[in-house]
């Protein structure tokens, strides 16, 4: 194999891992309690808004970490 075909595999693959995480991104964001839970910062002022979703971000965080270990747990066996 010659280092071009190697990196024109290399960027399909991200390339395709973006578009997926672009898409779960997308899906998420029509989840209605993401980004409004107890805990996520919002100031608002006139033509400024500012979210910071403190709460969301510990949230999804646990949620991969799990997901992440059964994945790995599966592929150890």
Partial sequence: MSGFETMG???????AALILLGGL???LSKLPFLGHL???????RPGFTCLIPLATSILISILLTIILNIIVRIINR
């Fill in 38 to 44: 107890p805990g996520d910062i919002r100031i608002e």
């Fill in 9 to 15: 595999k290399l960027v399909m693959v991200v390339g």
């Fill in 25 to 27: 991104l997308w899906l």
